[in-house]
C-alpha cells in the first residue's frame, strides 16, 4: 500500500513539474498536451497520432481566433482577412501537399515530419491573428 502511495505521489508530482516547466518554457497549453503525449506514445505512428492530433487542437484554435477576431475588425478590415484567409487557406494546401509528396517520397521515417509540419502552420497562423486581436485589444485600454 505504501508503494501505491508513494507511485501516486511520484506521478503527481511529476505531472505538476511538467506543467510547470510547459508554462516557464512559454508553452501554449496544446504544445503542452503534444509533449506529454510525445512521452506517452514513443513509437512512430503514436508520434503521428500525437502530431495530428495538435493539428487539429491548432484548427480549432485558429477557427476561434479567426471568428473572435472577425466580430472586432471594421467593415473594410474584415473584407482583407477574409480575402487574407482564403489566400492563407491556398497557400496552407499547397504546403501540405508539397510536404507530403517531398517526405513521403522519402520513406515512412519522415511521416511525424509531415504530420508536425502541418501543426506548425497552423500554429504560426493563429499567432498571426493572435497580433491583431492582442493590439486591438491594446486600443481599448
Known amino acids: 500500500m505504501k508503494k501505491l502511495i508513494l507511485v501516486m505521489l511520484f506521478f503527481v508530482g511529476f505531472t505538476i513539474q511538467?506543467?510547470?516547466?510547459?508554462?516557464a518554457q512559454g508553452?501554449?497549453?496544446i504544445?503542452?498536451?503534444l509533449h506529454k503525449?510525445?512521452?506517452l506514445n514513443n513509437s512512430s505512428f503514436g508520434a503521428i497520432e500525437c502530431e495530428l492530433?495538435?493539428?487539429?487542437?491548432w484548427s480549432e484554435e485558429l477557427d476561434r481566433?479567426?471568428?473572435?477576431l472577425m466580430s472586432q475588425v471594421s467593415d473594410e478590415e474584415r473584407k482583407m482577412l477574409i480575402e487574407q484567409q482564403v489566400t492563407w487557406a491556398k497557400y496552407r494546401d499547397l504546403q501540405f501537399k508539397m510536404n507530403e509528396e517531398f517526405y513521403g517520397k522519402r520513406g515512412s521515417i519522415w511521416m511525424p515530419v509531415i504530420a508536425s509540419a502541418k501543426g506548425?502552420?497552423?500554429k504560426n497562423r493563429v499567432i498571426e491573428l493572435q497580433?491583431?486581436?492582442n493590439l486591438l485589444k491594446s486600443e481599448k485600454k
Open 131 to 133: 497580433a491583431y486581436l
Open 65 to 68: 481566433t479567426y471568428d473572435e
Open 120 to 122: 506548425n502552420l497552423v
Open 53 to 57: 492530433e495538435r493539428y487539429r487542437k
Open 27 to 29: 508553452l501554449h497549453q
Open 18 to 23: 511538467t506543467n510547470a516547466q510547459s508554462e
Open 37 to 39: 503525449c510525445l512521452e
Open 31 to 33: 504544445d503542452s498536451a
